[in-house]
C-alpha cells in the first residue's frame, strides 16, 4: 500500500480473489485481506487457483499465490482452507527454478550459509591459476562463419492482470473497499435472516397446524372413549340387575323344589294335557304360530329379492289354505268348550 492509501493491486484481481476465496475458506475476510496484503507489497508475485494433493492423497482446490521474490527465486505458496488456524505451505517453484544459476565453484557449508566475498575472491583466484595456459591458434586469419539471425517472434498476446495498468481505475483506498465489503456483507447477512425467518415462520404455522389437528384428534378419541366407558357402565348394571334377578328365581325355583311333594313325578305327565282334544288342541295353536312366522319369512325374503314373485305368491296360498284349516280345526275343538 502506497503512503496516499492506495494498493497497487488492480481492482480486477481484487474482485476475483474476493470471489474466489469465499467458497473455498473458512475465514474468508482474514484470508483475502492478508493475500491482498502480501500481493500489494510484492508486485512480482501472482494469485491463481490450482488443485492441490495432500499427503494422503485427498486432493482440494486451494488458492496458491507464485513468483519470484528477491532477484530469481521463484516460491509457490498454498493457502490451506482452515488459514489461519494452518499455517500456508511454502515450497520452491522447481518448474520455473534455473538449475543452472547455481554455482558449482563455491564453497558450501554445512549450515547452509552463503559464503563471504573474501571466500568468493580466493576461489576465483584458485580457479585462475590453475586453468591451462591457451595455445594460440594456428590459423588466426579464418573466422568460423557467422550464424543468421534468428526469425522475429510474434508479440505475445498473454494479458497478466497484475501488470495492467492501475492509474485508469477509480481511485479505491484500503479502507473504502473494507468498508464496500463490510456492506455486502452486511446485506449477505440481512438476507439470509430474512431467509431463515421465513423459513422459520412457514415451519412453526405448520407445526401449529399439526399440533391442533392432533388436539382435535385426542378431543374426538376422548369423546369416544368417553362413550364406551358409559356404555359398559350401563351394560355391567344392566347385567348386575339381571344377574339378581336369575339369583332370586333359582332361590325361588329351589325353595319349590324343596318343598313340592311330587319329587318322583315324570314332566311328561305334567306337560300333556288330560284329553286328547287339549293336546290336538296345542299341536294346531303351535302349526298356527309356525305358519304365521312362515308367511312373515317369505315376505321379507321377497323385499331383499331372495324369491321370485311368483314363488311368493304360490308358497303363500299354499300356506294360507293350511293355516285356515288349522283354524278351523281349532274353532272346532274351542267351540265345545266355550
Known sequence: MSASGKISVPEGVVNWLFKVIQPIYDDGRRTFHDSLALLDKFHRLRPRTRVFTHSDGSPQLLLSIYGTVGDSLPLIMWIPSLYPVKPPFISIDLETFDV???????????????????????ALSTKTHSAPPTTEAKFPHVQPPLQPPPPPQPPSSAVDLMDMDNTDLSPTNHHEMLQNLQSVLNELYREDVHYVADKILTRQTIMQDSVARFHEMVAVDKTRLQAVEQTIEQTMHTLNAQIEVLTAERATVQEFSSTSPFDDEDVDTIAVAQTDGLNQLYQLVAKDYALTDTIECLSRMLHRGSVPLDTFVRQSRELARQQFLVRWHIQRITSPLA
Open 100 to 122: 543452472s544459476a547455481i554455482s558449482s565453484s563455491l564453497p558450501v557449508q554445512a549450515s547452509g550459509a552463503q559464503p563471504t566475498a573474501k571466500a568468493r575472491r580466493n
